[in-house]
Each structure stands twice: as C-alpha cells, then as structure tokens.
C-alpha cells in the first residue's frame, strides 16, 4: 500500500523537479575553468607535463585531435574507461577542446634535444 | 623519462606568450610578480599542498622568492602506507626528502614556525628567525586531539597504539604489532568523527589488514570501532568484507565487524594495561590498538588564529585566502572551503595549484583564474584489486565550492578492479614525483 502511494507520487514529483531545475541551470551557467588548472590537475595522475611514472597513460606527444576525440567519447560513455568517465562529465566540450590544445602545446612530442 | 627542472621551467616559460582557445584575458599571468614586491611567499609546511603551491608559484613567477618553512627533514607519504600494510613497501620506500627544492631556487627552512604577524607580515621561527612575506600559505595538516580518549597521552599512542597517520610514520609498527599477534587476536580499529583526513583510509586498512590475516592468521578478527554512522563507499567496502573476507569457522560472518555511530562508535576512554577501550555503550578488549583520535588544523593554525570554533581553517574557496586574516592562505587538510572539501593528498595538490595561480594574479593585481579542482581518490579491497572514487568541484554563481552533481562518483562494482589497483599505483607514483622531483 504504501509503495503503491510513493510510486504514484513519484513521477509527479520528478516531473516537478525537472520543471523546475532546467530554467534554473540555465540561468546559471558555469564559467570556463582556466585552461592551465584543468590541465595541471590531469598532470597529478598522467604525469608531470604529460610524462607518467606509471601505468596510467602519458599524454605527452598525443595528436591534438585524438585527446579532443578521445575525452569527448569519455564523456559520452562510448569509450570504455575506469575512471574517466566520471571526470570527463564534469568537463564542458569547449573546455575539453581547450585542454587537448593546451596538452599539445605544453607537451610536444619531440623536445628537439 | 624523468622531466628535469630544466625542462619543467622551460615547458613554463612558453605559458605565458601562448594564445589559447576560450581562455579569457585575465588568464594570462604575467610570468613574474611586479617589481615592487620583494618579500615574496612563504609557505609553512612541506606536504602535498605545501610543495605543490610552491613548484606551481616557481612556473610561473621564475623570479619570485619562495621560502618553504618544515620542522621535518623527511616526510611520510601518508597515501603510500597502504603498500606497507600490504607488504609491498617498507615504510623507508615511502619516506621521501626535501633536495629538490633548492634546484628549483626555492628556499627550504629546517625549522619549526611559532608566530605569524599579520600586521608585520612576518613569521617567526622556534630557532629565532623571522621571514617576511607578501602572501604566506599555511599548510600545516592536522594536529590529534589526544584528551578526545581518556587513558590515550602522545606517549602511548606513539610506543603503544599508533595512529599510524598523517606523516609520522608508525605504519611499520602498527604492521609489527599485527605480525607479533596471536593466531586468534583482535585488531581494533578506532575512527574518529568527520572530519578527519583520508576519510576512507581506515576502512580500507580494515581491508588490507584482513588480507594479511587471511593469509596468515584467518581466525583473527577486526573490529572497527566508528564514531559516524556511514562512511566513503561504504557499499563497495561492505560488499567486499561480505564476499572476501569470511571468518574461518562462520557461513556468513566477516572477518571485519563495524560498530557505527557516535554512541556506538565512539572511543571514549583505553586502559593502556589492559588493552580495554570503552564506547558509550560497550567495552572491547583488542591485541592491537590502532586508535586514531579526533583532529583539528595544525598547531600553527590555532596558534595565529586561522581556525573558528570547527577547529578548522575557513578559507575564500577562489584564493584559498582565510576569511579570518588577509594575504594568509590555508591550503591541505586544514582549510574548509565553506563546503565539505576531500583532505587527501590529490585534492590538497589541486586546490594548491589554484591558489598558487590566484596568488599570482593578486600579486599583479589581476583577477584570479576561474578555478576547477578534482579529487581522485583510490582504495584498494586487496593488493590487487581498487575502487575509486572522482569528484570534479567548482564555483557556482555566488562563489560556493560546490561538487558538480552530474560527474564524479564511484566505480563500477563489477568493473576492472584489478586494472584500478594498477592506476591506484600509477597515481601514487605520479603524485610522489611530482611533489618530490
């Protein structure tokens, strides 16, 4: 009886939520994260500068368009990952596109030395 | 390859001139502070935060001074512990030094700092020293609360009960004392109240140290003893002591049982001769004690007036500045952000890298970058199987930390928890070189 009630409550209410919460997220928008913070925070598990000590990927000397390609499918959940996924939501896609630039120019692939 | 300073300051040079998609204007920093200011920073205390704020103000400031104040000449990683109660490490493989400050022109301070001056701006220290500053960072991490347990002193805890927390160390005793314990003995584990730092680490030493027994004492047992009635993946440590850890002779029983809950969870007094602590509402005899007691900031916190009545250090979450006492930054487990903000070591290192950068601009009286901090958090069920937990924070419109709702959270139960133990290694490596390289 009463998961009967609390079901027949709980569309209403889910509805309302949302009704409620989308105008609400769209008045206010996150800004931009700055570039170099989002990157430094990928450098405390990938590696200083992209360069890891372990079995987590480097990223350094990565195309430009593989990182953008590859935390945007992360993000979607079309990439397997462990714990990616979970990051890359919190990423928006003008951020994402952003970060692979900056990895590209902080970390070449040759330091031509 | 190892990335030498070289590198590291030249890969921070091409910052500055580069144009980036999406950035906004104030984003790009001047690479040194204006001219006029010649105190630069001084941090107090070289952990995660602390060495993380000062290699991040040399990348981007390469004329700056930096004086980084440590009463200890070697540090305890506290996130590598986990490998000695696994047998993997010994505590030396964890224990790491100071050199690789001075290679990066930052000034390392072998002392104990005592008094901040606000007014001054200075910081005095126990061998007589005052430093200047334009900003200070204090970093202290946290400090026990030893009167919290009756029976408990500093004394005890270090030769007799260890914590085992934080960097000093005493993992490798509390490891001798399991392996010295008889075949059928009890590892009490005692948690204090949120909140404490490395929130899921008792739970998963409760974990490992069942492993260890497992293999060689499978009919002893291990009671945690905690004072809040749920903890940090909780289902997934649960899930695991269930199925994992049964207790020899029992169907159904775990090797590990949980009292939570401050009336049932919380240690209220030991009698060192007998090995008793007592809760509100039961006493339980152990082997061995591990008994980490409630914790507030650091001393040096407390003693210049950071903290408020929570015992922790209120902190602006854009610059980290204490809302207490101005240009003083708190960083690490003593600062609270005005939200429930992880004490880890990888969220201490990020929320360091944008107070570093917020420092800089304030340096050049430029507005702060909009931050974005992450906190990535593994543990381990057994050596070779990892759960983590991710949460991405930012700023909502009014300037509140706020942890983003639609990312973040816990792995799959049924994913690759032998592939996030590899990753939980991977990130303690990573970690450590970029805090100790």
Redesign the interface.
């Known amino acids: 009886m009463r998961m009967a009630m609390l079901y027949q409550l709980k569309w209403p209410l889910i509805s309302l939520f949302c009704v409620l919460s989308a105008p609400l997220a769209a008045a206010?928008p996150?800004?931009?994260?700055?570039?170099?913070?989002?990157a430094?925070?990928c450098?405390?598990?990938?590696?200083?500068?992209g360069?890891?000590?372990?079995?987590?990927p480097s990223l350094r000397g990565l195309p430009v368009n593989y990182l953008e390609l590859t935390l945007k499918d992360y993000k979607a959940g079309t990439r397997p990952a462990?714990?990616m996924q979970?990051?890359?939501?919190?990423?928006s896609d003008?951020?994402i596109?952003?970060i692979a630039?900056?990895l590209v120019?902080?970390?070449p692939a040759e330091?031509g030395e | 390859m190892a990335l030498n300073r070289r590198d590291f300051l030249k890969l921070s040079g091409s910052v500055a001139g580069l144009s980036l998609a999406g950035c906004v204007e104030e984003t790009v920093i001047k690479p040194e502070p204006a001219p006029e200011l010649t105190s630069g920073v001084v941090i107090i205390g070289g952990g995660f935060a602390g060495i993380a704020a000062a290699k991040q103000l040399r990348r981007h400031a390469p004329k700056l001074k930096i004086t980084l104040i440590e009463a200890n000449p070697r540090y305890i990683a506290a996130p590598g512990m986990r490998w000695v109660l696994s047998g993997q490490r010994s505590q030396d493989s964890i224990t790491y030094q100071y050199n690789h400050l001075r290679e990066y022109g930052i000034d390392f301070v072998l002392d104990r700092a005592q008094a901040i001056d606000p007014v001054a701006k200075t910081v005095s220290t126990e061998g007589g020293k005052s430093f200047p500053y334009d900003r200070l960072i204090v970093s202290p991490g946290i400090e026990f609360d030893f009167t919290a347990i009756e029976g408990l002193t500093p004394e005890i805890s270090r030769t007799r009960f260890p914590h085992a927390w934080r960097a000093d160390g005493q993992i490798d005793l509390l490891f001798q004392q399991i392996q010295a314990m008889p075949s059928r003995g009890r590892v009490l584990i005692s948690v204090p109240p949120r909140p404490f730092s490395a929130v899921d680490a008792p739970y998963e030493r409760a974990s490992l140290i069942a492993h260890y027994l497992q293999q060689h004492k499978p009919k002893a047992e291990i009671v945690l003893l905690d004072a809040n009635e749920d903890f940090p993946k909780q289902a997934l440590f649960e899930a695991s002591w269930k199925k994992d850890y049964r207790r020899r002779g029992y169907r159904r029983r775990s090797m590990i049982t949980r009292h939570g809950g401050a009336n049932l969870g919380t240690v209220r007094s030991v009698d060192p001769n007998t090995q008793v602590v007592m809760t509100d509402s039961e006493e339980f005899k152990a082997d061995v004690l591990n008994l980490i007691p409630p914790q507030r900031a650091g001393k040096i916190a407390v003693t210049a007036g950071l903290t408020d009545a929570s015992g922790w250090c209120p902190v602006n979450p854009r610059t980290w500045e204490s809302t207490l006492i101005a240009n003083v930054h708190v960083l690490g487990d003593a600062a609270y952000p005005g939200a429930p903000f992880p004490k880890t070591a990888f969220a201490a290192n990020s929320a360091a890298k944008s107070c570093a950068q917020a420092i800089i601009a304030l340096l050049n009286q430029r507005t702060p970058p909009e931050p974005i901090w992450i906190n990535t958090s593994y543990s381990l069920l057994s050596p070779k199987h990892g759960v983590s937990e991710a949460t991405v924070y930012r700023l909502d419109a009014q300037g509140r930390l706020v942890a983003m709702p639609d990312a973040g959270g816990l792995s799959d139960p049924k994913g690759k928890l032998a592939l996030e133990a590899v990753y939980a290694e991977s990130w303690y490596n990573n970690l450590i070189h970029e805090t100790f390289q």
């Open positions: 206010t996150m800004p931009a994260a700055d570039t170099r913070l989002l430094y925070n450098f405390s598990c990938h590696g200083e500068n360069t890891s000590q372990g079995r987590t462990t714990i979970r990051i890359a939501a919190g990423l003008a951020e596109a952003a630039q900056f120019s902080e970390s330091k």
